[in-house]
């Protein structure tokens, strides 16, 4: 079984560019999360889908995230624009149905410089 | 506010040491309880989970935790470390009925030196 798949692996822009990152999740999971871990920190969960619906997003700095799941199969983060705090790595995870296990993809590192 | 506590930063250990990473929640509705594994540029692994029924859980890599209900505590264990096992660990809680989503710990970089 294929995993939860991201890109691209690693990102290195300048401050007021904006940048998007790419989840496909396992096949035939219905919800998305995207999380955010700073170096030092936790994940902390950004965003949640259940197919193609928003499930939480009160931790999405919403002036400048953004994040849509239209099909209710891949999903695209975007920032616009990025701060020098948004350096991170962006985690994307997928479970069955929520409350049941997530699994993450590999992440993608976002540099702003 | 649901928050997870993970005592220590770092743990240093020799091969073949026993290990001890410890992580204490707040919550004042029933929850469920992770551990996960991060390796150098990697997602993250889980480890095991306590849902329900016995305390003691199980989990992959020969790691094992208790959940402690009185002292809201979910200790992760490992009776003899390998250098493989050099990683940083996250404690997480799902509140059954509360906000529905994982709250993570900040983490324990684990390093096993030979």
């Known amino acids: 079984e294929a995993g939860v798949a991201q890109s691209p692996r690693y990102k290195i822009i300048e401050k007021r560019q904006s940048v998007a990152f790419w989840c496909n999740p396992i096949?035939?999971?219905?919800?998305l999360y995207w999380y955010q871990q700073i170096l030092g920190q936790g994940p902390k969960l950004l965003i949640q889908?259940?197919?193609?619906?928003?499930?939480?997003d009160s931790q999405l700095p919403k002036d400048r995230f953004s994040a849509e799941r239209l099909k209710g199969v891949d999903s695209t983060l975007k920032i616009q624009p990025a701060k020098l705090e948004d350096s991170a790595v962006y985690l994307c995870?997928?479970?069955?149905?929520?409350?049941?296990?997530?699994?993450f993809g590999p992440g993608t590192r976002l540099t702003v410089t | 506010a649901q928050s997870v506590t993970q005592l220590d930063s770092q743990v240093p250990v020799f091969e073949e040491a026993p290990v001890e990473l410890r992580c204490n929640y707040s919550?004042?509705?029933?929850?469920?309880l992770f551990w996960y594994v991060q390796y150098p540029n990697q997602g993250l692994q889980l480890l095991l989970k306590?849902?329900?029924?016995?305390?003691l859980v199980k989990g992959i890599n020969g790691f094992e935790a208790e959940f402690n209900k009185s002292q809201t505590s979910f200790h992760l264990r490992k009776p003899s470390v390998h250098i493989s096992d050099t990683a940083e660990y996250f404690c997480?809680?799902?509140?059954?009925?509360?906000?529905?989503?994982?709250?993570f710990g900040k983490g324990t970089k684990l390093t096993v030196n030979p």
């Open positions: 995870a997928s479970s069955l149905d929520r409350d049941d296990e997530q699994y």
């Open positions: 096949s035939g999971h219905a919800t």
């Open positions: 889908f259940q197919n193609n619906g928003v499930v939480d």
């Open positions: 919550s004042s509705v029933s929850v469920y």
């Open positions: 306590y849902l329900s029924g016995s305390t």
């Open positions: 997480a809680v799902y509140h059954q009925g509360g906000s529905e989503k994982l709250v």
